[in-house]
């Protein structure tokens, strides 16, 4: 079944790639139309500036207006712009789903959030929101060769407004809605003489809860709580040299999103399985997330009339069931909540980066550094009811230092490169992360008393690469461009245990003990390569093929070898067709890929002391093929269509899972349900997902002029979560935001009126499982209004 896919997808690849060709010979013929000419748009998918119908690489450009225009504040919407691209939202974690990478079995983020080319390591950082954007860069496939890390399925990268010498510039804008949400933004860019510029940009955002408490009114969820301000310093005494430094902190105090998912559907039982305790004799049913049928419940359902049964799962500190305890009921509305504890999420950041540029001519010389320190603290109430009970959460500590330093050519000749070094540093004792888990009494309900087996996990990896690009013009419409990297890791890990002195403290400290922790430590090295060749059919149609891999480091080994796990890795094909059409007005685009990714963290089986043994260890694998084809076109003077549609076919080729119920695996292994996943879907991976923005610009004579938009993004059914539960497929949904913006004559006001999710589309975007059988979700915003009033100068 795969090989047919596989096939259809190249035939199809081959037919857009000549009929765009055929298109655009035909539009050659045509008289000029009255739309108008698309823009240009330059990226630095390369390390260098060109434009983006140039690159072999599937890169999709959205400038800082466009985001402003879709209502795209965070990573949480930007998947409404990118066709195939998708954003698992759990908690506080989200996570990026990508050609079939992020879906299973990795150390460290897949497809990672870069800003200005940096990379971020923790997935929490890419909460930050968007303002005082140029653009975003999303890049597909692997970019290893010449990003830094961690680009296994492709990367994002935020490339923020810089300082300008030549102009005083400055810009404000107010955003209020429903749930009484609150943005003010600005910023404010000043010359400061011929060689100086600085520009300052901030922002406060303030909701409230989306997700209702109704317990306790000021313990909902999904509300915000942000501070954000950036500061930069331009300095360029000459024209071939220029130094930008910034710094920048932001800060998150909201309630936040739960922990992992915050909504409980219910516990699956198997009404067809009953069985008769033998301590007890009292007749039960087993949990079962496969064939299991949900029961509205979080709490335990003991001696249940008739016949005095028992449905296994709950958590006893909700109450019981069966005797009609509210506190043990699931509640349907999937905004509405009932809990004691308030959830909390403290986030803060502060990093520093300096970015260099010296043009020595032949080449240009640039330097780019950082250094992020990051932490966070999330914090849930875990039994999810109205009782004084049990709260549970996360402590993390980032702290991290990066340099990215390369040569870049400068010219168009026949010969282009780029060579480069980079370092990247996170370990030791300043970087860490703990699961709390505590106890609460009715007395002092936001004073957890901490269990007395917490740790925390110390340590990280220090990493320095050499890495080149070259690009050569084999003949005038045919260029090969081939990279390469070596990466060399050095992993270190330790822990340390709860100090008993700080059970009763707001957090607990953790401490060394002796004999007890040991650092471990693990290296080893890995070269990639990219390989891609482009060819001009005629002037506005090139067509490219390209190979690339890519890798995340593996864990460290039992035992203190000195040694790595195996890392995983991709191996990855694309074949991509870039036009632009009907006299420049058109872009339309176009890519076959294919990846086999490698390595993945899977379970396996082992003999061991007269029993078997279940071990996490790099073993599986899965392969993702698709068609991606994304669209920008300007019909008319007025009317802008942009938009993309994507297929996957994502499987696992070697894969197991553990089941989290009593029952529905397909191994049992010491009493453990496992799944055995070869051949399955893997996650996030719908057939087709589909995106459109629609937009006329409206001249209002002296007036002014009204700009509406309509955003549409749709999605095939997918499976939330791994495991075949029959719970966690989010059924094929439609969403649409809707907005009319006012421009006054001069551009410089503007008025937005804005609805997203205009139909109340309800859907999940993370399905999971909590102790005791409990199965959980995340649900996606319903729908919201606002509006927000800009000016700039």
Request: proline content about 4%.
């Amino acid at each position: 079944m795969t090989t047919t896919l596989h096939r259809s997808n190249s035939q199809v690849a081959i037919a857009v790639a000549l009929a765009l060709a055929a298109a655009n010979q035909a539009s050659a013929q045509q008289a000029p139309g009255s739309g108008a000419e698309l823009e240009e748009i330059i990226v630095t998918a390369t390390k260098r500036d060109a434009d983006i119908q140039s690159v072999p690489i599937t890169v999709t450009a959205v400038s800082g207006a466009a985001l402003t225009q879709m209502g795209i504040t965070s990573i949480l919407s930007l998947d409404k712009a990118v066709a195939g691209m998708l954003v698992n939202n759990k908690g506080n974690d989200p996570v990026i789903i990508m050609r079939g990478a992020g879906t299973a079995g990795t150390r460290d983020l897949a497809v990672p959030i870069y800003i200005d080319s940096l990379y971020r390591p923790r997935a929490g950082q890419a909460l930050a929101s968007y303002f005082d954007v140029e653009r975003i860069e999303v890049l597909k496939g692997p970019q290893g060769t010449l990003f830094g890390r961690n680009t296994l399925g492709g990367l994002v990268n935020v490339i923020t407004n810089k300082p300008n010498i030549d102009d005083l510039a400055y810009g404000v804008a107010l955003t209020a809605g429903d749930y009484s949400l609150f943005r003010a933004e600005g910023f404010v860019n000043v010359p400061m003489g011929e060689t100086l510029a600085a520009r300052l940009t901030g922002s406060i955002t303030t909701a409230d809860p989306i997700v209702e408490n109704t317990y306790r009114e000021s313990a909902g969820l999904k509300d915000a709580d942000e501070q954000y301000i950036r500061g930069q310093l331009l300095w360029a005494p000459t024209s071939t040299f220029d130094v930008n430094l910034t710094i920048s902190y932001w800060q998150d105090n909201a309630n936040g999103n739960a922990d992992y998912a915050y909504k409980v559907l219910g516990i699956p039982v198997d009404l067809s399985a009953p069985y008769v305790d033998p301590k007890t004799g009292v007749t039960r049913y087993p949990t079962n997330g496969v064939t299991g049928t949900m029961q509205p419940r979080q709490g335990t359902a003991i001696g249940c009339s008739p016949g005095n049964v028992t449905y296994n799962g709950g958590r006893p500190q909700t109450g019981n069931w069966c005797t009609g305890v509210a506190s043990a009921q699931a509640i349907k509305d999937p905004f509405k909540v009932a809990w004691d504890y308030k959830p909390s999420r403290e986030i803060e950041e502060t990093d520093y980066t300096l970015l260099a540029n010296w043009d020595l001519g032949f080449a240009t010389l640039r330097g780019n550094f950082g250094y992020f320190d990051y932490s966070e603290l999330r914090l849930t109430d875990t039994d999810m009811s109205t009782n004084p009970a049990l709260v549970a959460g996360q402590l993390t500590n980032s702290k991290a230092f990066q340099a990215d330093i390369n040569l870049t050519s400068n010219g168009e000749s026949t010969l282009r490169y780029t060579a480069g070094f980079y370092y990247y540093d996170d370990d030791g004792s300043s970087s860490n992360g703990a699961f709390l888990w505590g106890y609460t009494d009715a007395a002092n309900p936001q004073r957890p008393y901490w269990a007395y087996w917490l740790y925390q996990g110390n340590g990280g990896t220090k990493t320095w690469a050499l890495y080149g690009n070259a690009e050569y013009d084999i003949l005038d419409d045919l260029t090969l461009s081939a990279g390469v990297r070596y990466s060399d890791d050095d992993v270190n890990s330790f822990t340390k245990y709860i100090d008993p002195a700080t059970q009763t403290s707001r957090l607990p400290k953790y401490i060394k003990i002796p004999g007890r922790g040991t650092e471990i430590n693990g290296s080893d090295s890995h070269t990639d390569y990219r390989v891609s060749l482009q060819y001009n059919i005629v002037e506005d149609v090139m067509v490219y093929a390209t190979n690339a891999t890519g890798y995340i480091g593996g864990a460290i080994q039992g035992g203190n070898t000195g040694n790595l796990l195996d890392p995983t890795e991709v191996d990855s094909w694309e074949v991509g067709v870039k036009s632009t059409l009907l006299d420049g007005r058109l872009r339309l685009n176009g890519a076959y890929y294919w990846a086999d990714y490698t390595g993945l963290t899977t379970t396996i089986f082992i003999q061991q002391g007269g029993t078997i043994l279940a071990q996490q260890v790099p073993g599986g694998s899965t392969t993702s093929e698709g068609l991606e084809i994304d669209f920008d076109w300007a019909a008319t003077e007025n009317l802008r269509l942009t938009g993309g549609f994507a297929t996957t076919n994502s499987r696992f080729d070697k894969f197991i899972v553990g089941n989290q119920f009593e029952q529905g695996g397909d191994t049992i292994v010491n009493g453990r349900q496992y799944f055995d996943m070869d051949g399955r879907t893997t996650r996030y991976s719908p057939d087709y997902t589909f995106n459109l923005g629609a937009s006329y610009d409206l001249a209002i004579g002296d007036y002014g002029r009204l700009v509406p938009y309509l955003g549409l993004f749709l999605t095939d059914s997918f499976r939330l979560s791994n495991a075949p539960y029959n719970w966690n497929t989010q059924d094929s949904y439609t969403t649409m935001d809707f907005n009319v913006t006012w421009f006054s004559p001069s551009n410089d006001f503007t008025v937005k009126a804005f609805i997203n999710n205009l139909t109340d589309e309800e859907y999940r975007t993370e399905a999971t499982v909590f102790s005791t059988g409990r199965a959980m979700a995340d649900f996606a915003l319903p729908q919201t209004w606002g509006i927000r009033v800009g000016y700039n100068f």
